[in-house]
């Protein structure tokens, strides 16, 4: 099984920054793909950006640019900052992993954290 934990969300200004954090632990061989989604009211999750193990991205076009997704392999850890925040931007924000699992499911979600911009 593997817990995630997500943090940074709050209230910004457009034009801002946030940086969101996702911590995974628990019992896996490794963790592959890490990514970041969001849903927002009356709208379909869609996918905010993506990293794969070796350390390559992607990203939605709406983000292009001003979000940036990093990991830390030795912390087990996803970050995404994000810069020049619009109200449209506003969201929960999940992180999703993909384990290489000892026992177990492969994809995992975390609670979510909300980001609010505000015009």
């Known amino acids: 099984q593997v817990q995630l934990v997500e943090s940074g969300g709050g209230l910004v200004q457009a034009g801002g920054s946030l940086r969101l954090s996702c911590a995974a632990s628990g019992t896996f061989f490794r963790i592959n793909v890490m990514s970041w989604y969001r849903h927002a009211p009356g709208k379909q999750r869609e996918a905010v950006a993506t990293i794969s193990t070796g350390g390559s991205t992607s990203y939605a076009d709406s983000v292009n640019g001003r979000f940036t997704i990093s990991r830390d392999n030795a912390k087990n850890t996803v970050y995404l900052q994000m810069n020049s925040l619009k109200p449209e931007d506003t969201a929960i924000y999940y992180c999703?992993?993909?384990?290489?699992?000892?026992?177990?499911?492969?994809?995992?979600w975390g609670k979510g954290t909300l980001v609010t911009v505000s015009s």
């Open positions: 999703h992993v993909v384990v290489a699992p000892i026992i177990g499911p492969t994809d995992y």
